[in-house]
């Protein structure tokens, strides 16, 4: 933390913040300017609150300095992590694909997309038991029931399931019937459920909110993570701007960030991130140059019939088309991608 | 919901539209323009999914017309709802004010604090036993022990207690030992808390999302009222831009937005939306003179010492003088407000 | 300027870092720290740029202490300005009115709005002759024409005219028949169109960027006063963001903010910050509570018949109204005001 | 045009707006719903103002339908354009590089960057000769004197000049000595310079606005075009958002959405997109993969030392190592993109 004092600051304003530094358990470091003095903290081992200070008299800032996170960081865990979900793995040097329908309707549309996922050589399968609908009145979801066809997929296909849950009882559903606990991005900072998560024993996957800084995306999953459960994944999925082409603006460059600060695998959701067909592929094949692990992808057998969210889902043969051309960007780029960031 | 044909649609792709129009048993209008066709759908009561549409041949957009609220809408309840919180009310004419500190630190600081709001005239108390933070290292609230000092505060000072639940298990406690439950900005879609809470028989107090349309903000209290508890509280406290002179940037224009569609009661956070004490007091003023029906206040008895948000809390002092102000613009445009929004 | 070192950073990296400051002509100031070295940066009288230092070896972070504003700034000149516009004055005590239309359309419309102005007390007057349309197919405005039209206006009405030049042959007709420069949202990091604004001896009205940060905006009035040209006044008119129920989200703590660092007189445009009729006057009321020195308001005789804007201009009995209610606003709060920030 | 009609409108309401529009010229077409009326409007050939309509008793929304450009779409020009620039051509298969300084800062900056540039194949050279800075005290560039030097590196490394104007003497100016004129994002809705640049005989390259839409930036094309020059290059650079890890925030999906509707090329800036150099390499390869035609990229053989924005700037072997990546990624994908979209 470093205290930006007014140019005008007395001596005594200065003494008096050097003091309450003292009284926090901490050592100042007066450092006189041109025409105006700073101090400096040391001393403190997590981050210091800048509201300490920034209403006191003679006082123009209050700069933080230390990052609030541990356990995300490169700093604790150099290597990449590689984190097993099922029998498969997301952060290693594969592409993974979690591909499926937006939301489980029937065994019959479920099994359908589910073959055309396994035959892409994917080893993930998604698709939502519980659905958080901006209105009351929308398609909420088949429940333990949709988990259940989930579940016959993964027998029938030997595919892992990833599927949101929404609190602690859709939690413990998809701790019993799948494979990794999808945490959405309305649920970002949702940090009871956050915690509940962090007690499973399953992987999470934890969906950017719609307006999270990374600094806030990277502190959710150490929410998780203090609880114990170290098996993170972090999908970027669109944030709200004004931009109105696309449901939502995808911030690719979080992926390089991210690598920069931490050890967590990050994958790119595109069905999500744009809101239409068109887009998805073309932004997949963005996602994977720009160095992420994996795609979450929204497949529908007749888009056109979907119960949620259609626009965005690609039909079975978009869908393999797409696999099929970021499979080759991801060959081409992975190794330069991990030595470069 | 209007279909919005391209310009080189055949006569089949029309067709092909109108049929699924007749499938989901709704009635297509076609309606031939200049250079291309659209087609205007009735017999929906509630609003028709765009998806079904967007992605036919031929399809150049499709337009949503009806608005997919019901409860919190005029069009049910033309007069304006005035909610019973214990033993006060916040909607009618009255300027309703919610005032306490950020976090409940321990029984001195909040008696303190409590004694200026009720000599203030203020009939609401606010103080948080649950905190949302950011940080999973940062002080989380006192929990039951911090509701138990509220519950104090109410039978010392007879004061109402407002105060937020993040889970199920809150919300119970908030049952038991305050007046009006408040689900903040980070679980505004935290669709089974909204739900949870609308179960419940006390009035609730929804902050709007920090990324939250009027829609959404909006269809997020139909959550709560389509459980049967028709007691809502709409609060805006900011939304996240690039603006960064200020925490967060208060959109007080929502104020009449929701006057013009809904009956339920808003009132704003200059506190939180400025997250600057000196900018509390004139956001406070613009939001009573845009016409809200209150103001959630945050006070501490010494700001550079809390534990939480210190930056915007007023001090007591700071606090009576804004009463004063406030009450005097509430005087001068009540009226006006009503009249003519 | 604030050099922070990564925990890792080596003796030679922090060497380099001083090495650097000293070719700079700066002083380098080390700051040892628990995990992490700081290095504070002293010797500059104007801003360091920060990109002498990011991409070293070593280096976590530089943070900018001082800010890049000179003239603006009330270390300069510490007592508010008051601008002289025509025979009138722009910042005291008094509450200034801009009104008219959104575009001059002929003598017609432009007089029956300036007699409802005249009729209100105002001093100013404002109607565009260029518009600034987003589509070249739109009304493009009158013109010199239209500059006539307004000129004559001033002679009948005794209204001081406000009106948008958009580049250097447009200034230089209103410096001839205007009596302030109006430079739009569009144009205020226009930075030759600045310069050249700053060369005239006409008072300017810049109006913020849609997407402007506050330093920015203080920063486009710096270059106009850099030339030479000391009366600017500051106009926050909304800015761009996700919310979508008004066409501009209105930024009104931007008011304390300015008040704050600058002595320059700011108003508020609710007409172009939201965009919508109704909404016009409770944004006025707020603006004028917040602290605003000025409203700038569009007035249009018939406005369901207006070339331009039609949706946000008031009719002159609303535009009356409004006026009545925020003189009594401005009564209340204006001496607390400059009071308090 | 839709209007959409309140639930309570009268006969009488209806029967006006039918009234209005024949008023306009235009044919009005009644469409009456379960619980509203519509009113779709016939007959215009461009697009019609909401604000003829939106304040009218009885009415709910008037909703646009038509898109407002001509030019700058494939209605018109179904094939994709091929912009000649100098010797060299924007917008077929090959990729497209401009590389460069942020800043023409002296001839051996310059001429070692032009060496690394025509070494990579490259057929583009950018360069600022006027400088749009935030701050009127930072380096505003070298001016005529920058162009002469711009020119040198034509004749010498026959590379093709890509350079900003920000007003009209600088276009007159880039005319004579370079090959292709730069409008930089905030100069994109200063019309008086579009006009102008419309009426020279070089093309234009085009940044997008900090905060444009999608159709405000097809529209600022338009405006060029409209004066008779046909030659724009669009330029993705980011936009602002309330996201801060990178400077700006790339919003790559509009690369597809203007293939979509427009056949002028479009290139991605990661430069100034991302503002750090070790986020430039991989949103390049994110924006070759997505489809773009060209990419613009700053170099410097000094980042440290550059006058202008030196964090975003790439060493000449940083630079020729991303050549390298993206070519491939552009031979991959190149066809079925096109293909595609």
Redesign the interface.
């Known amino acids: 933390m470093?205290i930006?004092m007014k140019?005008d600051a007395t001596r005594s304003d200065i003494d008096r913040v050097v003091e309450?530094i003292k009284k926090l358990g901490l050592r100042g470091?007066e450092?006189?300017?041109?025409?105006?003095t700073?101090i400096?903290i040391?001393?403190?081992?997590?981050?210091v609150?800048?509201?300490?200070?920034?209403?006191?008299t003679g006082v123009a800032?209050a700069?933080r300095?230390?990052k609030?996170?541990?356990l995300i960081s490169k700093?604790l865990r150099p290597e990449q992590s590689v984190i097993k979900v099922g029998n498969g793995f997301i952060g290693g040097g594969d592409l993974a694909i979690i591909a499926g329908p937006c939301a489980v309707e029937n065994p019959g549309q479920v099994f359908k997309v589910a073959e055309a996922v396994a035959a892409s050589g994917a080893k993930f399968f998604r698709g939502g038991a519980f659905k958080?609908?901006?209105?009351?009145?929308?398609f909420q979801g088949m429940g333990e029931d949709g988990l259940k066809i989930l579940s016959e997929v993964r027998e029938r296909f030997d595919l892992n399931i990833v599927t949101e849950a929404?609190?602690?009882h859709?939690i413990d559903l998809v701790e019993k019937y799948g494979d990794c606990i999808q945490i959405g991005a309305?649920?970002m900072?949702?940090?009871?459920?956050l915690?509940y998560a962090g007690r499973t024993r399953k992987p999470v996957l934890l969906k950017r909110?719609?307006?999270a800084?990374?600094?806030?995306f990277l502190?959710a999953a150490?929410?998780i993570m203090?609880e114990g459960n170290y098996d993170v994944i972090l999908c970027e999925r669109g944030?709200?701007?004004?931009?109105?082409?696309?449901r939502n603006?995808?911030?690719?460059?979080?992926?390089?960030?991210i690598r920069?600060l931490s050890h967590l695998p990050v994958i790119v959701d595109p069905s999500h991130?744009?809101g239409?067909?068109?887009?998805v592929?073309?932004?997949a094949?963005?996602?994977?140059?720009?160095?992420a692990d994996g795609l979450i992808i929204e497949v529908h057998p007749c888009?056109?019939?979907?119960?949620?969210?259609?626009?965005?889902a690609l039909t079975p043969l978009q869908y393999s088309e797409l696999v099929d051309?970021v499979r080759?960007?991801h060959d081409?780029?992975g190794e330069?991608?991990f030595a470069?960031?």
Request: aromatic share 6%.
């Open positions: 470093l930006v140019s309450i470091h450092l006189p300017g041109e025409s105006r700073a400096g040391t001393g403190n081992k997590g981050s609150d800048p509201t300490h200070f920034e209403n006191l800032d700069i300095v230390t609030p996170y541990k700093d958080p609908r901006t209105s009351p009145y929308a929404m609190d602690e859709g309305r649920n900072q949702n940090f009871s459920l915690k909110g719609l307006s800084t990374l600094d806030e502190l150490e929410y203090a944030i709200r701007t004004f931009s109105d082409h696309a603006t995808m911030d690719l460059s979080i992926v390089p960030a920069r991130g744009t239409h067909n068109y887009m592929n073309p932004m094949r963005a996602g994977v140059a720009v160095g888009p056109e019939e979907a119960l949620c969210d259609g626009a965005q051309q080759k960007i081409l780029v330069k991608t470069q960031v």
